[in-house]
C-alpha cells in the first residue's frame, strides 16, 4: 500500500538531544564555580579544547605537499586503510598477514557503526544485537535507524559501582545462538568500567560457545590507559581465537579530530576471500549513503600513525591526555578519602577508566548537584572527567560528599 503524503506540516518535533541541554543549562549558569561533566571532549587543564602538536604538524605537511581535492574511493584512502587496520590488529597479526580483514573508511565512529549495522540488517535481517545496559545513547539510535533489532545484557551494578560480571555472562549466555554482540573496546562509555583480562577470556569463551559474532565499538584506543597496544588487548585477544569479528573505530578523542569524522569499519572474516565479499558490501552500503568519504582526517591519520616520528609524537600525548585523566581521577579521590568521614568507599573513582565515570548517585542526588553545587552531569549520570582541573577536585569533593550523604 503506497503511504499518500499529506504534507509535511505533519512532522512532529523530534525529542531534544540530552547532551545538548547540559550544555545549554551549564552556558547559562553564571556561578563562578560551575563544572562541566557532560563533555563528549577532552579538556586541557585549564579546560580548554586542545589540538594535537601531530596534527598540527600533519596538516603543515598536507599544506607543504598541496594535494588535491579529488574524490576518494568509495572505500576511502587506501593508506589510511592500512594504517588503521595496522593501528588495530599490530602490523604482524595473522589476520592482517593471511588478508582477512575487510576494512573500509567511516564516517568516524558513529558512521562506521552506522555501515556496520546497516551490514547486519541487510544479510542478517532477523538477527538481533546484544548491548550492554547501559550504554553509549547514541548505539541505539544508530541500530533503530538501522532497522536492527536490539536488546540489553548487564552490565553496571549500582551497589557496587562496577562491572556486574555475572550478569552480564549470564545474559549473554541466555541469549539465542548466533547473536551480534557489541562491546565496548576499552573505556566504557557511560561508567568508565572496563572487564579485566580474565574476565575478557570469559566473555570471549561465551561468545564463541553461543556462536555469537562480536561488533567492537573502539573509540579509545591509546585514549584509555595512555598505550595504543594495551587499549587494543580486548579486539586482539578475539581475533587471535579466530573469531569473526566486527570493529568500529574513531580518531575523535584519542587524535581530537572530533570535527574530522575520521574511524573506519573493520570486519575480520574467516578467509580473503569472505573478506573481499563483506568489503564489496560495505562498499555497496557507502555509496548509497553518503557516496565517498572525506579526505582531510584520513590525510592527517595516515601522515602520523604511518611515520614513526610522528607516531612516537603521538603516543606522547596520549600518554600526556590519558594521564591528566588519571591525576584528576586520583586528585578527586584522595579529595573525598581525605573529607569524607563516614567511611564510605569512593575508590571507583582512580578503579574505573578514561574519561567517564558512573558515580552511583540517585537521581535527587544529581539534582542536588546541579542546583546546590552547579555541577552538571548528563541525564543518567555520567560524568566526564575532562571537565575537571586538579583545581576544581576539592570543591567537586565537596558537591559529591553534600550530595551522597544528605539527598537519598
Ligand atoms: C562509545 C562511543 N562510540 C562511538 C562514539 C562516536 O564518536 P564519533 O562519531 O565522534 O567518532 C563515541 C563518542 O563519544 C563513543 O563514546
Redesign the pocket.
Known amino acids: 500500500m503506497t503511504t499518500v503524503v499529506t504534507g509535511l506540516d505533519s512532522i512532529g518535533m523530534a525529542p531534544a538531544e540530552p547532551n545538548v541541554e547540559v550544555s545549554e543549562a551549564f552556558g547559562a549558569d553564571r556561578n563562578e564555580m560551575k563544572v562541566e561533566l557532560g563533555l ?1 571532549a577532552y579538556r586541557t587543564e585549564d579546560l580548554q579544547p586542545y589540538v594535537l602538536n601531530v596534527v598540527k604538524k600533519a596538516e603543515k605537511l598536507m599544506l607543504e605537499r598541496g594535494e588535491n581535492k579529488e574524490y576518494l574511493p568509495i572505500e576511502g584512502l587506501g593508506a589510511f586503510n592500512k594504517a588503521t587496520a595496522e593501528l588495530l590488529f599490530g602490523a604482524d597479526n595473522a589476520v592482517i598477514q593471511q588478508q582477512r580483514v575487510a576494512t573500509v573508511q567511516g564516517i ?3 558512521g562506521s ?1 552506522r555501515l556496520a549495522a546497516a551490514l547486519i540488517h541487510s544479510h542478517f535481517p532477523t538477527s538481533q544485537i546484544l548491548i550492554s545496559s547501559p550504554t ?1 545513547g547514541n548505539h541505539k539510535n544508530i541500530l533503530n535507524d538501522a532497522g536492527v533489532a536490539w536488546s540489553e545484557y548487564r552490565y553496571y551494578d549500582p551497589l557496587t559501582v562496577a562491572l556486574d560480571f555475572q550478569g552480564m555472562i549470564s545474559d549473554i549466555k541466555a541469549a539465542p545462538e548466533g547473536c551480534f554482540v557489541l562491546l ?1 573496546g576499552c573505556a566504557h ?1 557511560p561508567t568508565g568500567i572496563d572487564p579485566t583480562p580474565a574476565q575478557w577470556q570469559i566473555i570471549a569463551d561465551v561468545i564463541e560457545e553461543k556462536k555469537h559474532i562480536p561488533l567492537f ?1 573502539v ?1 579509545y584506543q591509546g585514549y584509555a590507559s595512555g598505550s595504543v597496544e594495551a587499549d587494543a588487548s580486548s579486539v586482539r585477544l578475539f581475533a587471535a581465537r579466530g573469531m569473526e569479528l566486527l570493529v568500529a573505530q ?1 580518531y ?1 578523542k584519542n587524535m581530537g579530530l ?1 570535527a574530522e569524522r575520521i ?1 573506519a569499519i573493520n570486519v575480520v572474516c574467516s578467509s580473503p576471500d569472505s573478506a573481499q565479499r563483506v568489503k564489496s558490501q560495505l562498499k555497496r552500503l557507502a555509496r548509497g549513503m553518503y557516496s565517498n568519504p572525506p579526505v582531510h582526517g584520513a590525510r592527517i591519520v595516515t601522515n602520523i600513525v604511518g611515520n614513526s616520528d610522528l607516531f612516537s609524537e603521538w603516543e606522547e600525548e596520549l600518554r600526556m591526555m590519558a594521564g591528566r585523566i588519571k591525576s584528576v581521577r586520583k586528585k578527586l579521590y584522595e579529595c573525598l578519602s581525605a573529607k569524607d568521614k563516614s567511611g564510605k568507599d569512593w575508590s571507583f573513582f582512580v578503579k574505573h577508566i578514561g574519561m567517564y565515570s558512573y558515580a552511583g548517585l540517585n537521581e535527587a542526588q544529581r539534582e542536588r548537584m546541579r542546583k546546590k553545587w552547579h555541577v552538571y552531569m548528563t541525564k543518567d549520570g555520567r560524568m566526564a572527567l575532562t571537565g575537571v582541573s586538579q583545581a576544581k577536585c576539592e570543591y567537586l569533593a565537596d558537591a559529591f560528599i553534600d550530595s551522597y550523604h544528605n539527598v537519598s
Open positions: 563528549g568516524s565512529g558513529t557503526l553509549w565496548h562509555n565499538d573509540v574513531s575523535s572530533y574511524g
